[in-house]
Every structure is written in C-alpha cells, then in structure tokens.
Nanobody
C-alpha cells in the first residue's frame, strides 16, 4: 500500500487549497478513505471520511461547511477541498486507509 499526498502549502486566511492523495497497492474502490491532520503539540484528528463509492461522507465539526472530501475511483485518488481556511487549520494533513496505512503527510499553513 502506498499513499502519497500533495497540494499543501502556505495560504492566507480565507483562502483555499485542494489536497490530493494518490493511492496504490490495493483495490482502491473497495475501501473507505480518510483525511487526518496533526497540528504541533496536538493529537492527530480525523478531518473527513468518505465511503467506498463516495456516497457517504462525514466531517469533523471544526471543518463542516468548509471542507469537502471526494474521490475518483477511476484514478485511485482521494481529494480534500479546503475553503475559508483559518489559522487553526494549520497542520500536517495525512491520507489514511484503515488503522495501518498512512501517507507521508503534506503541510498546510494558514497565515497572513
């Protein structure tokens, strides 16, 4: 299993970023996927969940209405569209499959 995130960076408050996760090494369409994040000094937290076919999604209360998770099973990709970003969204964002598989993370910094 390999999960590779991209799309992080520095953005001003109120801005947007789109994170991507390229998945390989497993039958992607058979598995739900998650995005987590970890801010400095804090525990890793679940940000968003998407079911195998993308029908069901769920979000942390802190990002509801601002973030959207999606997937493309033809490309083995999962995305996290982040709008109206706030400084407290600053963290390393991880793509996740189940309890054992994590990407290397991509840094998101929201600052003016």
């Amino acid at each position: 299993v390999l999960l590779v995130e991209s799309g992080g960076g520095l953005v001003q408050p109120g801005g947007s970023l789109r994170l991507s996760c390229a998945a390989s090494g497993f039958t992607f369409e058979n598995y739900a996927m998650n995005w987590y994040r970890q801010a400095p000094g804090k525990e890793r937290e679940l940000v968003a969940f998407i079911s195998q076919r993308g029908v069901n999604t769920n979000y942390a209360d802190s990002v509801k209405g601002r973030f959207t998770i999606s997937r493309d099973n033809t490309k083995n990709m999962v995305y996290l569209q982040m709008n109206s970003l706030k400084p407290e969204d600053t963290a390393v964002y991880y793509c996740n499959l189940g309890p054992d598989y994590w990407g290397q993370g991509t840094q998101v910094t929201v600052s003016s």
